[in-house]
């Protein structure tokens, strides 16, 4: 056989595996870091099956933090539509308390801006999305108070 060929075969699947490897590593990544850097005005960690209130202004950036377990299948989801003078920030992002157990518990994020003013009271509830009709185990509620006053 051609040492040439040999020589280009050997080192082709080499490369191949080191770039796999290097695609599985960096595709691992469980919190985005586009979000790492983004300092809400407000952090409020939710307890379940209460209500918790919120004031906030026009501009005002808030945290809610809900416990859970990510290698339980459930996950928070907001209830119904978002009110007008709220908006979702980018997709809810969980934080394991040991990253290096499996299935650790930790905090579900959902950040939401105050656009504008008004009442409203969120809804968060612990479910698994795949399951159709099935009761929430979970839920928690904040009432959010945007006001232009001081």
């Keep these: 056989?051609?040492?040439?060929?040999?020589?280009?075969?050997?080192?082709?699947?080499?490369?191949?595996?080191?770039?796999?490897?290097?695609?599985?590593?960096?595709?691992?990544?469980?919190?985005?870091?586009?979000?790492?850097?983004?300092?809400?005005?407000?952090?409020?960690v939710l307890h379940t099956d209460s209500t918790a209130q919120q004031t906030a202004k026009p501009g005002m950036l808030m945290a809610f933090d809900l416990p859970g377990h990510a290698g339980t299948g459930y996950a928070w989801q907001p209830l119904g539509t978002m009110p007008t003078f709220l908006e979702m920030v980018g997709e809810p992002v969980f934080t394991a308390a040991d990253p290096d157990r499996m299935g650790s518990s930790g905090m579900t994020r959902f950040l939401v801006k105050a656009t504008g003013t008004g009442k409203a009271t969120l809804v968060f509830e612990y479910v698994r999305g795949w399951e159709e009709d099935a009761a929430p185990v979970r839920t928690a509620r904040v009432e959010i108070n945007s006001t232009n006053g001081d």
């Design 1 to 44: 056989m051609n040492p040439d060929i040999t020589f280009v075969r050997r080192y082709s699947s080499l490369l191949i595996a080191a770039g796999l490897a290097t695609c599985l590593t960096v595709g691992c990544e469980s919190n985005p870091k586009s979000r790492v850097d983004v300092q809400p005005d407000v952090v409020d």
